[in-house]
C-alpha cells in the first residue's frame, strides 16, 4: 500500500474545487524520477523545477571537468543525487504546486494512484455537504 498526499488548487471560499484539478502525489521512492530527473519533472508540469535541476546537472559536470575530478567519483555522485531525488522528487512537485497557490488538504492510502483516487472521492462530501 502507498500513500498519496492530495492537493487541491486554489479556489474561492465555500467552493469546491473541481475534481479534474486536484492532483494525488504518491509518497516514496519514484523509480522514474530516479532514471528520468527532470524529463519526469517536465512530464509532472514543474516547469522550474526541471530547469533547476537540469543546471544543478550541469553545473556539477562543468565543475567536476574544470577540477579534473574522476569520472567514478562524478558517477557516485551523479547516482546519490539520483537516489536522493527518487526519495523527493515528489515534495519537489508538490512544492511547483505550492507556488501555483494549490494546498496540500488530504491523505489517503491506495495500492495505485486509481485506488488511492476511488477511495478519496468514495468519501468526498457531496456538493453542499460539509466537509468532516
Known amino acids: 500500500m502507498a500513500l498519496f498526499t492530495i492537493h487541491f488548487p486554489p479556489v474561492a471560499a465555500g467552493q469546491r474545487p473541481p475534481a479534474e484539478k486536484i492532483v494525488f502525489i504518491?509518497?516514496?521512492?519514484?523509480?522514474?524520477?530516479?532514471?528520468l530527473g527532470p524529463i519526469w519533472l517536465a512530464w509532472r508540469?514543474?516547469?522550474?523545477?526541471?530547469?533547476?535541476?537540469?543546471?544543478?546537472?550541469?553545473?556539477?559536470?562543468?565543475?567536476?571537468?574544470?577540477?579534473?575530478?574522476?569520472?567514478?567519483?562524478?558517477?557516485?555522485?551523479?547516482?546519490?543525487?539520483?537516489?536522493?531525488?527518487?526519495?523527493?522528487?515528489?515534495?519537489?512537485?508538490?512544492?511547483?504546486?505550492?507556488?501555483?497557490?494549490?494546498?496540500?488538504g488530504d491523505l489517503v492510502v491506495g495500492e495505485d494512484a486509481e485506488e488511492a483516487e476511488a477511495?478519496?472521492?468514495?468519501?468526498?462530501p457531496a456538493p453542499g455537504e460539509p466537509r468532516p
Open 26 to 35: 504518491r509518497d516514496g521512492f519514484s523509480w522514474p524520477a530516479f532514471f
Open 119 to 124: 477511495v478519496f472521492f468514495n468519501r468526498w
Open 45 to 104: 508540469r514543474a516547469w522550474l523545477a526541471a530547469a533547476l535541476w537540469t543546471l544543478l546537472l550541469v553545473a556539477i559536470a562543468l565543475i567536476a571537468w574544470k577540477l579534473r575530478i574522476s569520472r567514478d567519483a562524478l558517477s557516485w555522485l551523479t547516482l546519490a543525487l539520483g537516489v536522493w531525488f527518487g526519495f523527493e522528487g515528489g515534495r519537489v512537485v508538490a512544492w511547483n504546486l505550492a507556488r501555483r497557490g494549490y494546498v496540500e
